[in-house]
C-alpha cells in the first residue's frame, strides 16, 4: 500500500470520486444517501472514529448501500501534525477499529483522510501499513462554511478542471446546503458525462 495521497480516481475516463467527511450524524447522513441511492452514485465515507461508535446502526446503512469507508481520525483533532507520533498513532489506528466494529464484520477502511489535512509522512506510513491509502481532494466545496447551495455547486462546477476527488460533508454541523447542492449536482455529473469512482487505493 502506497503512503502517498491519492487524488486520482481508479476507473479510466471522465469520472468524479465524492468524499462524504465528518459523520456519521443521524440527521444528514440519511438524507446524503437518499440522494446519492436516488441517482445511483457511489461516495467515500470519511468516518469520525468516535461518532462511528455513537451511530454504529449509520455506518452499517453507509456499507449496506455500497460505499467505501475512510478513517478520518478519532476525534477530528486538525492540529494533530503538530502532536507526537504516538498520539498520530492512536488517533488513525483506534479510528480504524471503532469504524470497522460499527461497520461489522468483513468491512474494509480503505483510506484515511487527516482531519483539515493535517498528514504527516508518519501518520500516511502508519495508515498505509494498515492497508489504508492517504486521501486527499482535488475540490473543496467549503460547504462546512455555509456558503449557500449556490455557491458550492459554482465551485464544483469550476474546480473539476483540477482532478476527480470532491470534498463534502455530511457532518459538523447544519449540512442543508451540501444536501440541496448535491440534489443539484448528482444529476448535473450525469449530464456531463462523469461517471461516478473511487479514489484509487
Not at 467515500?44 to 481520525?73: M, N, W
Not at 489506528?93 to 493535517?118: N, T, W
Not at 467549503?142 to 473539476?160: F, H, L, S, Y
Not at 446546503?177 to 444529476?187: G, K, M, N, S
Request: charged letters at 25%; aromatic letters at 8%.
Amino acid at each position: 500500500m502506497s503512503a502517498e495521497i491519492t487524488h486520482e480516481s481508479e476507473d479510466p475516463g471522465k469520472t468524479v470520486n465524492l468524499t462524504i467527511d465528518d459523520g456519521p450524524d443521524p440527521g444528514w447522513t440519511v438524507k446524503v444517501l437518499a440522494l446519492l441511492a436516488k441517482y445511483d452514485a457511489k461516495a467515500t465515507f470519511c468516518i469520525i472514529g468516535s461518532r462511528a461508535q455513537e451511530y454504529p446502526d449509520l455506518v452499517k446503512k453507509v456499507t449496506a448501500a455500497g460505499h467505501r469507508l475512510c478513517d478520518h481520525s478519532v476525534d477530528h483533532n486538525t492540529a494533530m501534525d503538530k502532536r507526537a507520533e504516538s498520539y498520530q498513532e492512536g488517533q488513525v489506528l483506534d479510528a480504524q477499529k471503532m469504524i470497522e466494529k460499527a461497520a461489522g464484520e468483513g468491512a474494509r477502511v480503505s483510506y484515511y483522510r487527516a482531519p483539515g489535512g493535517a498528514f504527516t509522512p508518519y501518520s500516511r506510513e502508519v495508515a498505509a501499513s494498515h492497508g489504508m491509502r492517504p486521501l486527499g481532494w482535488n475540490v473543496d466545496t467549503r460547504d462546512w462554511q455555509n456558503p449557500g447551495a449556490d455557491r458550492i455547486v459554482e465551485t464544483v462546477k469550476k474546480g473539476m478542471k483540477e482532478g476527480p476527488t470532491v470534498l463534502f460533508h455530511d457532518g459538523g454541523g447544519n449540512r442543508g446546503q451540501t444536501v440541496a447542492a448535491l440534489e443539484r449536482l448528482l444529476p448535473w455529473f450525469k449530464e456531463q458525462g462523469y461517471t461516478f469512482s473511487y479514489p484509487k487505493i
